[in-house]
């Protein structure tokens, strides 16, 4: 029997991906987890694996297609020996709704799987929304869209990670009955026209812009238009940090674990947040999410862009375990190889252009989150010390916070906590 392989849904906001790159051909036998595919999406390129056996039949979406809708059928997988049927593809389309541009699949697959016909789907109905306490799990956008459609959040289904509400979960939902009459909400701002390419005839090649690049560009454009950055920047000494590194190197040198300054800064800013929980939080429109946990995402550049791959519960993992960790994710996010899980979320973020020389600088949020901590290069300066003029090694660290989450005075708590961290820095492995 035919089996038709559609293109995946590889994370819960994918609405649409690139077939970068075919690695079978016509005629390739191929077993479940056998690699189909090199899927591009909005945050990274993944490779696609196989979930049933056969031999690929016929390709449908040639290698190098741009925005190909999540349930496209792009393969068909037949028997050895059997003919790819005359309708094959079309056929799986007339037995369900075609998939909106804005649907992903019902219930995403995990990053390696594609997703599979409705008639032989391996995977159970999604679950109902969880809820902690009287909270409804659902995203900001869902949010917003519910309460402009009067719609019950309690009432729908939600199709994302852990029965998580998104966007595609409220098509066709209908208000609740006994939702009071609201003035009609003011439409919605016409997207802005692209930017015309202006040729002063300087010698110059096109570059088509990558998924990546391309949701790098509207987020941060949505972050500065509408999140109010306030910006509070210490300098830190960081003499007695760059001590107890040494001393900590040289003793896991026989664990193979060699600690970097980032890991033990990632370490100072979740403790830091969770000594100050009035700055671990999220800004979701009528409500403000307090997180239990500091799972903080770490600024790693790659060929293609930006990723921000997390450190779930930062401040309760050693400083080897995040060192540990976060070379494993920087590794794998270079060959766009990390699950969305493993950059999706995160309640802080973290950005370190020291290591460029980069001396101080303001960084953009990374909405949902409410904070982001610029870190700056650590540097010999003059300072005072015991009221003598003196010389340290000295960094300057900047937090960008949202001011609609996140008042000024908690700022400034929060970026004085994660200077005493790092200047008394026994407390991270305490």
């Known amino acids: 029997m ?10 819960p906001t994918m609405e649409e991906g690139t077939l970068a790159k075919w690695l079978v051909k016509e005629g390739d036998t191929v077993s479940s987890g056998d690699l189909l595919a090199e899927i591009e999406t909005d945050k990274a390129t993944m490779e696609f694996e196989a979930v049933d056996e ?3 039949g016929k390709i449908l979406v040639p290698e190098g297609t741009d925005n190909v809708k999540v349930g496209t059928v792009i393969a068909v997988l037949v028997e050895d020996g059997e003919a790819v049927p005359a309708d094959a593809g079309a056929a799986a389309e007339s037995k369900a709704p075609a998939p909106r541009a804005d649907a992903p699949a019902a219930k995403p697959e995990p990053a390696s799987a594609p997703r599979p016909e409705p008639e ?21 956008l869902a949010r917003r869209i519910a309460a402009q459609a009067g719609v019950d959040l309690s009432a729908v289904t939600g199709s994302g990670p852990n029965g998580r509400i998104v966007k595609a979960d409220l098509a066709g939902a209908k208000p609740a ?16 026209a692209p930017v015309a390419a202006q040729d002063f005839g300087i010698p110059h090649e096109a570059e088509k812009l990558s998924n990546i690049r391309k949701t790098i560009a509207r987020r941060l454009t949505e972050s500065k238009q509408q999140i109010p950055h306030i910006y509070l920047t210490v300098d830190v000494r960081l003499d007695a940090l760059l001590k107890l590194r040494g001393e900590l190197n040289k003793a896991l040198e026989s664990s193979g674990v060699k600690l970097s300054v980032n890991d033990l800064l990632i370490k100072a800013l979740a403790k830091a947040l969770v000594a100050c929980p009035k700055c671990n939080v999220q ?19 790659i060929p293609t862009g930006l990723i921000t791959p997390i450190i ?16 494993d994710l920087a590794a794998r996010a270079k060959e766009g190889k990390l699950k969305p899980e ?75 906590v994660f200077k005493e961290l790092v200047e008394a820095p026994l407390g991270l492995v305490a």
Do not use: C, W
């Not at 035919?2 to 994370?11: C, D, E, K, T, V």
């Not at 391996?122 to 679950?127: D, N």
């Not at 409500?287 to 770490?298: E, M, N, T, Y």
């Open 54 to 56: 056969g031999v690929v």
């Open 342 to 416: 493993e950059y999706q979320g995160g309640t802080a973020s973290l950005s370190n252009m020291g290591m460029m020389g980069i001396k101080q600088f303001e960084a953009v949020i990374n909405p949902p989150q409410a904070m982001i901590m610029a870190i700056g290069a650590g540097e010999k300066r003059p300072y005072v010390i015991d009221d003598a003029l003196g010389i340290a090694t000295v960094m300057s660290a900047t937090g960008s916070f949202d001011h609609r989450a996140i008042d000024g005075a908690d700022g400034a708590e929060l970026m004085k």
């Open 177 to 192: 009955a006994a939702a009071p009459q609201t003035a009609a909400a003011p439409a919605a701002a016409p997207a802005p």
């Open 120 to 140: 032989v789907a391996r995977t159970a109905a999604p679950a109902p929304a969880a809820s902690s306490g009287d909270r409804v799990k659902a995203s900001p």
């Open 312 to 327: 779930v519960d930062a401040g309760a993992k050693s400083v080897s375990a995040i060192s540990t960790e976060m070379k």
């Open 283 to 301: 800004f979701a429109g009528d409500q403000l999410l307090k997180f239990k946990r500091a799972d903080i995402s770490v600024a790693v550049s």
């Open 2 to 11: 035919a089996i038709n392989i559609q293109m995946p849904a590889l994370s």
